[in-house]
């Protein structure tokens, strides 16, 4: 396989997984807007943009933070790198280049997609189709994903899913940190309702809402939550299902078995740690600190993924 | 269609009993249905303006339709063409016979832009320069075929050609179960064939490693690399994907170096070496040609082989096949005054207002004259160009192209259709089983170029 195709097909599940997770975030703030907005809360706006990487961009652009300006600059704007628009062109300018190396149903998956929000972005949208995009989008990058069952399982299914579990990796740990430090409310808050049900959005966000509550029996605790989304390996979402995900498909590759051992023996530690780690000393070192930690990883691992083999 | 202002001819009364049931609303859904599929198999012109809209080149319902006996005589004499055309090449790049017989006036070859001078005394694998090669058809007549123009180089156009018959098969069944076509789908493995047959003398490979060179996602012929890349089951490289090293290419892979046996480029020779063409180019792979002429790559079609679509060359055509086949050309040129000689310079001044100019370098339906549709000042202005440099054209007479049935806004009308069919010569020589019809899309006009308003059609050709 080229290098240049790897690369090209590492990407393209890179900004499938980007798109949804800027849709589901999207989904977030309108859930939010819908419940009263109560003093001592960041503007659930800010932390929409702020989780999606885009407030200071988004402040480049507008004065103020609003709805409108917001969906659009997630959704549409061109000149936000993140945004789904952005995610599905570079997909599609990706995937017109290694459509040989994939199946031609992938490969319309991503075009159609492309064509439809080529529609979309020409029509616009008013408010209340925020919900029909996002949920446009995820059924969207579902078609990608289901596509990718029938490949052939060699280098080239195993670079598409390095590409997708790194960048799903990055996004729930950037979630969990803002969480936990831009959206942290106000002491009088913690334990509220009104915290649980931010907690709850978030798990909505990483589409785990229901998941958690088949796996934990109770109430939902930021303790729960932070277990399920860093070391439950049953949650698809979590960071100790991506690592392990991530190390299972470097680990798949047959090129160059040198250059996966490299990667691997600086993924390793990291892998051994979060699947032995309990919660409780995560919480009690600093979750903030052990996210910040696992970006830094994640982000070093994919270098060398680009080094040793795209280069 | 039509053999006179009633008559149908024989072979497309099926096709006139099917668009008599088909109603306009069925035609405006299959219509909005084709321009769907295209879009979103990709099958479209990239425009540099990356967010605009891609283009789509108009998709006409109605197939043309060739009888297994018209096929015949036009696929022997595009083979026929297409074997002289490379005896061409193999002699001008080695002993020259057909310029020291005084068939071919040897200024005209050496001094043409697209003869080049480092392919003197080198052989390709099997003799062949070109191993694709698109021939454009026209008819006059019930039985004249013409020869409009030879390519050579990197023909396109074929994708269009399977992807219209895939169209046509997935909204139409009945018609393929009505009438008997000839399939045309193992092209991409004729292809393949083609290519392996034509690995370099030091290829040790069995199965020779060939890729697809392309110059990138903004060419407008891109979705046929890839397109053509997927279906052969081979590697579409961009320059930057291969590097030449010792005496062989690779090319860059998670693996580490591949070594490549046949290059099939749909770049131009420009583009394909700075250190032998252009110093200035920033794409290319240097030291191809090194490792080209030491037998160790073989470049698809060969750096040198456009000298013999040149349009100055074409008039020659005929002359070649008797000199090198011993044959009678079994399809004719169309008739041309080279105006280089003074005498038919003359003729073409005195009667520009019949004729069709021609640029020598020029295509895609640009620079060209058509003196009958022409205001008089733009044919003043051709022939100011014409007298200052009467070696950069030649004239042909208006052909009266064959009329296809088009729809055209859910009525059906003739427009006029010219035809390429695509030969393959390795091991053997084929012709694809039909071929890409273009069609003039506007009232009375004869340019059939996609970037004029041309559009394409499905082409049948019938089982025996």
């Known amino acids: ?311 | 269609m039509y053999q006179s202002e009633t008559v149908i001819r024989n072979h497309y009364n099926n096709i006139n009993d099917w668009l008599d049931q088909m109603t306009s609303k069925v035609i405006l859904e299959k219509n909005a249905e084709a321009e769907t599929h295209f879009r979103n198999i990709g099958i479209t012109f990239s425009t540099n303006n990356e967010t605009a809209r891609e283009r789509i080149i108009p998709f006409d319902l109605i197939p043309r339709i060739f009888t297994y006996t018209e096929w015949l005589r036009l696929e022997r004499g595009v083979i026929q063409r297409a074997k002289a055309l490379n005896a061409f090449l193999a002699d001008i790049y080695n002993q020259g016979e057909i310029i020291k017989a005084n068939i071919i006036p040897k200024e005209i070859i050496y001094k043409k832009k697209s003869f080049e001078p480092s392919m003197f005394g080198f052989s390709p694998p099997r003799d062949i320069y070109s191993p694709i090669i698109g021939i454009d058809l026209v008819r006059t007549g019930p039985n004249d075929y013409f020869v409009l123009e030879d390519n050579c180089r990197t023909p396109s156009g074929v994708s269009y050609m399977l992807e219209n018959r895939e169209i046509m098969m997935r909204m139409f069944p009945d018609l393929f179960h009505n009438n008997r076509v000839t399939p045309i789908d193992d092209y991409p493995t004729r292809l393949l064939q083609t290519l392996m047959s034509l690995a370099p003398i030091k290829c040790e490979n069995p199965e020779p490693v060939c890729v697809l060179l392309t110059p990138g996602p903004l060419n407008s012929a891109y979705y046929e690399h890839s397109f053509l890349s997927d279906q052969m089951g081979i590697e579409m490289v961009e320059s930057t994907d291969l590097f030449v090293e010792g005496k062989y290419l690779y090319m860059k892979t998670v693996d580490g170096p591949k070594r490549v046996d046949v290059v099939y480029r749909r770049i131009d020779d420009d583009f394909l070496d700075p250190l032998c063409f252009n110093p200035q180019s920033v794409i290319g792979i240097p030291g191809i040609m090194d490792v080209y002429r030491t037998g160790g790559v073989n470049i698809c079609s060969a750096p040198g082989a456009g000298i013999a679509d040149d349009k100055a060359i074409y008039i020659y055509v005929p002359e070649m096949i008797k000199f090198y086949l011993g044959e009678q050309p079994i399809l004719d040129n169309v008739e041309t005054w080279n105006c280089e000689k003074e005498q038919e310079l003359k003729y073409v001044l005195d009667n520009i207002n019949e004729l069709v100019v021609k640029e020598v370098d020029g295509s895609g339906g640009y620079g060209m004259l058509i003196g009958p549709k022409s205001s008089k000042s733009s044919i003043d202005e051709f022939k100011t160009k014409l007298s200052t440099n009467p070696k950069g054209y030649i004239a042909q007479p208006l052909l009266d192209l064959s009329f296809s049935p088009t729809l055209i806004k859910n009525q059906v009308e003739g427009r006029r259709v010219d035809l390429r069919p695509f030969c393959l010569i390795g091991e053997q020589a084929q012709l694809s089983s039909g071929g890409l019809t273009r069609v003039a899309m506007n009232e009375g006009s004869f340019v059939v170029n996609s970037s004029q308003g041309g559009g394409v059609k499905d082409t049948w050709v019938l089982a025996e």
């Open chain 1, 1 to 311: 396989m080229l290098s240049r195709t790897a690369e090209y097909l590492y990407w393209i599940s890179r900004y499938m997984e980007r798109a949804e997770t800027t849709a589901r975030l999207l989904d977030v703030g309108y859930r939010m807007s819908l419940f009263p907005n109560p003093s001592g809360y960041n503007n659930e706006w800010e932390s929409v943009l702020s989780a999606a990487g885009a407030i200071e961009g988004y402040k480049n652009k507008y004065d103020t933070i609003e709805q409108k300006n917001v969906e659009d600059y997630l959704f549409f704007d061109e000149s936000n790198p993140s945004s789904v628009y952005n995610c599905i062109l570079n997909a599609r300018n990706n995937a017109l280049v290694v459509r040989t190396s994939f199946t031609p149903e992938s490969w319309l998956a991503i075009n159609k997609t492309y064509q439809e929000i080529l529609n979309l972005k020409e029509q616009k949208f008013t408010k209340s189709d925020l919900p029909d995009l996002t949920e446009w989008t995820i059924e969207q990058v579902n078609l990608f994903r289901g596509s990718l069952s029938s490949l052939l399982r060699n280098d080239g299914y195993n670079f598409l899913f390095l590409g997708l579990f790194i960048e799903r990796a990055d996004n729930s740990a950037r979630l969990l940190d803002v969480k936990y430090f831009v959206l942290l409310p106000k002491p009088q808050y913690v334990g509220g309702n009104i915290d649980n049900m931010q907690w709850s959005i978030l798990l909505r966000s990483l589409s785990s809402f229901r998941a958690f509550r088949w796996a934990y029996d109770g109430n939902i605790t930021a303790t729960k939550i932070a277990d399920f989304l860093v070391l439950n390996n049953n949650c698809p979402r979590s960071l100790s299902f991506c690592i392990q995900n991530i190390v299972k498909h470097l680990t798949n590759l047959t090129c160059s078995p040198e250059k996966v051992a490299r990667i691997y023996n600086n993924l390793k530690d990291l892998n051994t740690k979060i699947q032995e780690e309990k919660i409780e000393t995560i919480v009690e070192y600093g979750l903030h600190q052990f996210v910040t930690q696992f970006i830094r990883k994640i982000s070093s691992v994919d270098n060398e993924i680009h080094k040793e083999f795209f280069n």
